[in-house]
């Protein structure tokens, strides 16, 4: 049963811009979301997250200025506002859920990736 | 940065055995925050492990996590065909990062 599924992958040139959306039953009014990113050279690496009332955002530094996440609670969708891409942003990029936990929790929910490649 | 080192990079057993990963972080992971997940081809990552030793809903007995401060570990007591997968250890404090992965797979 599919809970989370990204859309929006596909090639970039260096310099330009993506948007990746994320939705499906895993998403819900109440849960923190965030973005993870996989590639060959880096392995797994968080990328930003999101409080579940879309208030409060949290980059890695390696997105800061660049990329922005938010959580459109009426459109029941997580998106990730990709500006500025590098080379170095190639990768499969997940959406995940965080669990509720009361503090800092884990992803519990997961979609199967869509891929970014920035390449000219 | 808190890194992950799991090890080994690669376990190669047959089912049935006993599968035992490990994973090392460069700093105490406050408050245990320690999680496992499954990755396997075409599939979502799955949570096996949160706060180093519950089991996540769904998951089978027969996965358990253990340790405390730096040194983790999974453990899958008698491997079925679908554990063979890559898993991921996670620390999710403030800065969340990932282990490189161990790599089950079938002898």
């Known amino acids: 049963e599919i809970q989370l599924a990204e859309s929006g992958g596909g090639l970039a040139q260096p310099g330009g811009s993506l948007r990746l959306s994320c939705a499906g039953p895993?998403?819900?009014?109440?849960?923190?979301m965030g973005w993870v990113r996989q590639s060959p050279g880096k392995g797994l690496e968080w990328v930003s997250s999101?409080?579940?009332?879309?208030?409060?955002?949290y980059p890695a530094d390696s997105v800061k200025g660049r990329f922005t996440i938010s959580k459109d609670n009426s459109k029941n969708t997580l998106f990730l506002q990709m500006n500025n891409l590098r080379g170095e942003d190639t990768a499969i990029y997940y959406c995940?859920?965080?669990?509720?936990?009361?503090?800092?929790?884990?992803?519990?929910?997961w979609g199967q990736g869509t891929l970014v490649t920035v390449s000219s | 940065e808190n890194v992950l080192t799991q090890s080994p990079d690669t376990l190669s057993l047959s089912p049935g055995e006993r599968a035992t990963l490990s994973c090392r972080a460069s700093q105490s992971v406050s408050r245990n925050n320690l999680a496992w997940y499954q990755f396997k081809p075409g599939q979502a990552p799955r949570l096996v492990i949160y706060s180093a030793f519950n089991r996540a809903t769904g998951i089978p007995d027969r996965f358990s996590g253990s340790g405390s401060g730096t040194e983790f570990t999974l453990t899958i007591s008698r491997l079925e065909p679908e554990d063979f997968a890559v898993y991921y250890c996670q620390q999710y404090g403030n800065t969340k990062t990932f282990g490189q992965g161990t790599k089950v797979e079938i002898k």
């Open positions: 995940a859920r965080f669990s509720h936990c009361g503090g800092d929790c884990p992803f519990d929910s």
């Open positions: 895993g998403f819900t009014l109440s849960h923190a």
């Open positions: 999101v409080s579940a009332d879309d208030t409060r955002r």
